[in-house]
Every structure is written in structure tokens, then in C-alpha cells.
């Protein structure tokens, strides 16, 4: 297993959640608050880092767990979530929500994978 570390991983604002089957994690997800260039003005944060093992892929772990991201982050008061998508997980990323910036595709300089910017609107908390 790869080990990622983000200098951001201990800021009062990331969010990290996970996805536990069984008592093995087999999904992750890190969050944190950064700028969405193509709407500076709003309250955002970047989706960084998100896996799910492979055995469980295709089952919804994912997605559950972009769903209580998008609760937690409503509740902060975030109205974007963006994320540097790898091509190959545009589809899922769009099944959950996400749109492609138009334009945005990119080669990542850390994987040297074809990269899309996503973002999803994030409507306001329920009271």
C-alpha cells in the first residue's frame, strides 16, 4: 500500500473520511479548503486524494462517501467541491454529480496521467 502525506493533512479545515467493510478501510478520501480558479469568489474545497480498493469498486463505497463529504462540507458552509479527476474516473465522478470544466484537461506532472478539472455545486445545508 502506498503512503500519501499531504502537509494539509492536520488543518482544523481537512476533512478526511473513510469507508470501513469489514473492519479494512476500502475507501478514502481527503479534503481540503483551496480556491476553485474558475469562481475565485466562492466558499470551496478541493477533493486531493480519493481511492477505493479495487475488490469493492463498482459497489457505491465511493460514492457514500462523496455523499457525507458533500453533507459535511454544506454544513461549513463550502458551494463548491472541484478535484484534479484522472481521466479514467471521469465517468463515476459524473455519475455522483461532478461536471468537467470545458477545456481543463491537463497531464498531470506528479502521475504523467491525462487529468480533468471536475467541480460539483454544493446547495445549502438543511436546517
Do not use: K
Amino acid at each position: 500500500m502506498a503512503r500519501v502525506d499531504e502537509p494539509r493533512d492536520g488543518e482544523v479545515t481537512a476533512l478526511h473520511l473513510a469507508g470501513v467493510l469489514d473492519g479494512e478501510i476500502v475507501v478514502c478520501a481527503s479534503f481540503f479548503e483551496a480556491a476553485f480558479a474558475p469562481d475565485p469568489g466562492s466558499s470551496a474545497y478541493q477533493l486531493r486524494f480519493m481511492a477505493t480498493d479495487a475488490a469493492v469498486q463498482g459497489r457505491g463505497y465511493g460514492a457514500r462517501v462523496l455523499a457525507e463529504a458533500e453533507r459535511r462540507l454544506r454544513e461549513r458552509g463550502a458551494t463548491r467541491l472541484w478535484a484534479n479527476a484522472r481521466d479514467t474516473a471521469l465517468g463515476f465522478y459524473q455519475s455522483v454529480g461532478f461536471v468537467a470544466v470545458e477545456g481543463s484537461e491537463f497531464l498531470s506532472a506528479e502521475t504523467q496521467l491525462p487529468h480533468t478539472v471536475i467541480y460539483m455545486t454544493l446547495g445549502t445545508a438543511p436546517t
